[in-house]
């Protein structure tokens, strides 16, 4: 009984930006982490960065420096903001919840994904 909504993607051009978001909603009791994970055709499904519920932070080497992760607890809420965009981001991001429900069921929850196309 939760869900993940993402919004935010599209197709943009090397070095302008992006943000996406994702909202949890459902029957939560405890998030303990939220993220952003990208697939690019070909390849395997990579973390991008990933925030825990006390403010831990892990970030891609790929994306460090260019990429904020951040939340709004109030609303169950993760934020992707993507600066100097490059060709090589351009992927399906999915959002990633770690999470325990009101029933004490702990799993990884996803999000339907959400397409980001940057151009050359």
């Known amino acids: 009984q939760v869900q993940l909504v993402e919004s935010g993607g599209g197709l943009v051009q090397s070095g302008e930006s992006l943000r996406l978001s994702c909202a949890a909603s459902?029957?939560?009791?405890?998030?303990?982490?939220m993220g952003w994970y990208r697939q690019a055709p070909g390849n395997q499904r990579e973390l991008v960065a990933r925030?825990?519920?006390?403010?831990?932070?892990i970030y891609a080497d790929s994306v460090k420096g260019r990429f904020t992760i951040s939340r709004d607890n109030a609303n169950n809420t993760v934020y992707l903001q993507m600066n100097s965009l490059k060709p090589e981001d351009t992927a399906v991001y999915y959002c990633?919840?770690?999470?325990?429900?009101?029933?004490?069921?702990?799993?990884?929850?996803w999000g339907q994904g959400t397409q980001v196309t940057v151009s050359s």
């Open positions: 990633n919840a770690d999470l325990t429900t009101q029933f004490g069921v702990r799993l990884n929850y």
């Open positions: 459902g029957s939560i009791f405890t998030i303990y982490a």
């Open positions: 925030i825990t519920s006390l403010g831990s932070i």
